[in-house]
């Protein structure tokens, strides 16, 4: 039994380009993002992988990403399922600022604070914590299930609900976590055990 589970970041969105905090709302891919959504679907054809069923979130960038995936493994008539417990973390009142300029105003520190500490949240929106406790649920519940089932399932969402899934699968700690990057674009493979514990992890990079 293959228990398989991939993870996928959505590519470059017009909004990473511009630098602005999206949280909730919903750009679209840029010509790079659909540039590296085509490239995580060509890397995972060509290590023979294909996916009972997938599932993304309720916004347009991981969406159009894992319809560009499915266009290049052929499986265009795959399963999805979306669920806004799969959308990045609400960056609330920082939603839509330039990075540089949400620095200016409320200083370097306190932006990095906001950014990559596990639970403090920006004015009117979610941290990591906040964002897991909607995450790990929906993985336990629906995705966790569909893998040890025996089922190749593909997630494509965001940098944060991602970082909530690592938590578990690679067994991060709150102290950890805030270091963790995820390139856009570029596949997470794991093989789980029958306990769902990771047996395997494999980075599908360029």
């Not at 609330?92 to 105003?105: C, F, P, T």
């Not at 990591?128 to 969402?157: C, F, H, Q, S």
């Not at 997470?188 to 514990?197: E, G, I, N, P, R």
């Amino acid at each position: 039994m293959s228990r398989l589970l991939v993870l996928v970041r959505h590519g470059q969105s017009e909004w990473n380009l511009k630098n602005l905090f999206t949280g909730w709302k919903d750009p679209d891919l840029t010509e790079a993002g659909v540039a590296e959504a085509r490239a995580a679907g060509k890397r995972l054809k060509e290590q023979g992988i294909a996916f009972d069923r997938a599932f993304t979130s309720d916004l347009l960038r991981a969406q159009h990403t894992l319809a560009l995936i499915q266009e290049e493994l052929g499986q265009a008539d795959l399963p999805v399922t979306r669920d806004l417990a799969l959308n990045e973390r609400d960056y609330g009142d920082l939603s839509g600022l330039n990075k540089d300029d949400a620095r200016a105003r409320w200083g370097e520190e306190q932006v990095h604070v906001w950014r990559r500490s596990y639970d403090v949240p920006p004015p009117g929106g979610e941290s990591l914590k906040d964002t897991a406790a909607r995450v790990l649920p929906y993985y336990i519940r629906n995705i966790l299930p569909a893998v040890l089932r025996g089922e190749n399932v593909l997630v494509a969402a965001h940098g944060n609900s991602l970082r909530a899934l690592l938590m578990v699968l690679d067994r991060l700690t709150p102290e950890t976590i805030p270091t963790v990057e995820l390139a856009t674009g570029v596949p997470l493979v794991y093989h789980l055990k029958a306990d769902s514990t990771v047996e395997s992890k494999a980075v599908l990079g360029a």
